[in-house]
């Protein structure tokens, strides 16, 4: 199966120092919606990867969480596509849990989930933790531009590392290629 794995803060909507706190602070990166409807119209299955401490940290609760998620669903379904299995890890820094990236632990629960191998399956970040998690599992490290990317390319990443623009982008290689 074509399995595309995202990131999402940063790769899907926009990113914040102050965490995405609410519906109205989730805001699509431009292109990104479209281009995850273009890939599951092309056959591809995209799940999504996120970390959200913000929940541990009481910035959000899971019912806002679930709202993002369900406006992200609404948004590509407007545009003819699906999106995914959507894990997320709620947890804090310090609670030792599997699922926190740079762990792999929510790229295996969508390994499992689809019955797949993760090898070499795109992993889609923004962070260099997105990377060590794919690499982790011998996935893919992608990087984009968008969000973090920047400051993160500035601080050095891995050297298997592919880096694109955006999300557009990579739907444009991926669709065409
Ligand atoms: O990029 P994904 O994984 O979708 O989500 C990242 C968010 O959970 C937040 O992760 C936080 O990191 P800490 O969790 O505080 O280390 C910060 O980087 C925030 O700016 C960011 O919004
Ligand atoms: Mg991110
Ligand atoms: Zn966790």
Known sequence: MKLLILDRDGVINQDSDAYIKSLDEWIPIPGSIEAIAQLSKAGWTVAVATNQSGIARGYYDLATLDAMHAQLRRLV???????GLI???????????????PKPGMLTAIATHYNVNLAGVWFVGDSKGDLEAALAVDAQPILVKTGK?????????????????????????????
């Open 77 to 83: 379904a407007e545009q003819g596509g699906e999106v």
């Open 149 to 177: 990317g920047e400051k993160t390319l500035s601080k050095g990443i891995p050297e298997k590392t592919l880096i694109f623009d955006d999300l557009a982008a990579i739907a444009r290689e991926l669709i065409h290629k």
């Open 87 to 101: 894990v997320y890890c709620p947890h804090g820094p310090d609670e030792g849990c599997a699922c926190r990236k």
